[in-house]
């Protein structure tokens, strides 16, 4: 077996090639041909609708989106609550910066965001969420929508109601400290075929959520990370345990925190930093000639030697980030990615 800092040595002199991970392109799908009515423009709420069914696909998807807006609200405490798997109703309630007066008539209209100036700012937006949608998508699949949010400015807290466009139809003083708590009640209650699946998978999603949870409380260690249980419907399915991860100093006690200290025993954090190139990299020339200001930092926490592989081989606990974000790597990804380090 290598060690972490051999793979780490591999990794630095391949790092050109992760670029290319994740760019293959999509298959493309055939179109079966009906009988069908003239051609004529969609209505604005079915547009509005269909979009939205694309952003939140499921349960865990409205839990992704609202932790990230706590993220980017520079929470230190993110509680997720789910009431009958989040069936019922998903809460996320963070203690973050809180959404300012000014800025809550539009805090859930569609297309509208603070994260994002222009299309040539996509380049430096260090943000989660830029694209002004993910509100507005869990307040139309969603048969209600509450947000309570507080800043330091504030006096009070103040809830808000929120119809299926995202509009504010009611608001009152409410109690609560300084950040943001959504909750959406009744997920898919419009979409029938989802609202059956999510019914379905309960017990996966909300492993699923979990494990989604695990990945931002790996790459945020100084975070509190919460997952709740509840049940309200009678005869429903046995209640899962509730997770909590304490805030932590680094990484690493972050990994003995969620997966034991026997497995984090045998692991060690390597950082690696270079000046990025877009030349070749058999090609000592041109790979100098086209060095970038900008640099590339690679951190990984990998097996040292002498670890045991029954331990560190064990489960299916492979997470990979870009920038701080979590992303799904396929099969043929991660083996690129082990041939790389070989």
């Known amino acids: 077996m290598k060690t972490g800092w051999q793979l780490a040595v591999k990794l ?32 604005k709420e079915t547009v ?59 805090m859930a209209k569609r297309f509208c965001t603070s994260k994002l100036e222009s299309f040539e700012s996509l380049n430096s937006v260090l943000s989660y969420g830029f694209r002004g949608e993910a509100l507005n998508s869990i307040c139309a699949v969603s048969k209600e929508t509450q947000i309570v949010t507080k800043t330091k400015e504030d006096a009070v807290a103040k809830l808000y109601e929120l119809d299926v466009t995202g509009s504010i139809v009611s608001e009152k003083s409410n109690v609560g400290g300084i950040g943001t708590t959504v909750t959406a009640k009744k997920p898919f209650y419009n979409i029938p075929v989802r609202r059956q699946l999510a019914q379905k998978n309960a017990p996966q999603t909300a492993s699923k959520i979990q494990d989604l949870l695990i990945a931002y409380g790996l790459v945020h260690p100084k975070v509190r990370f919460v ?49 990025y190139n877009t030349g070749d990299i058999d ?12 640099a590339i930092r690679l ?26 974000r979590p992303i799904q790597a396929s099969k043929s990804d991660l083996k690129e990615l082990l041939s790389l380090a070989e």
């Open 12 to 43: 630095k002199l391949r790092l050109p090639a992760f670029k290319k991970i994740g760019s293959r392109p999509q298959p493309r799908l055939s179109l079966l041909r009906h009988a069908m009515n003239a051609i004529h423009p969609l209505a």
């Open 48 to 106: 509005r609708f269909l979009n939205s069914g694309q952003v939140i696909t499921d349960l865990s998807t409205i839990v992704k989106e609202l932790v990230e807006n706590a993220l980017d609200a520079n929470a230190s405490s993110i509680e997720v609550k789910l009431v009958d798997y989040g069936l019922s109703a998903i809460t996320v309630k963070d203690n973050g910066s809180g959404i300012p007066e000014s800025d809550r008539k539009q």
């Open 227 to 275: 997952l709740l249980h509840t049940q309200e419907t009678v005869g429903n399915k046995k209640k899962p345990q509730n997770w909590i991860k304490p805030a932590v100093a680094d990484q690493m006690e972050d990994v003995k925190v969620i997966f034991g200290k026997t497995l984090a025993d045998m692991l060690d954090h390597v950082s690696i930093e270079e000046a």
């Open 283 to 294: 090609n000592p020339q041109e790979e100098a000639e086209n060095l970038d200001d900008e």
């Open 299 to 324: 951190d990984a926490v990998l097996p040292i030697k002498g670890s045991d592989p029954i331990i560190v081989c064990k489960g299916d606990h492979v997470y990979i980030y870009i920038n701080s």
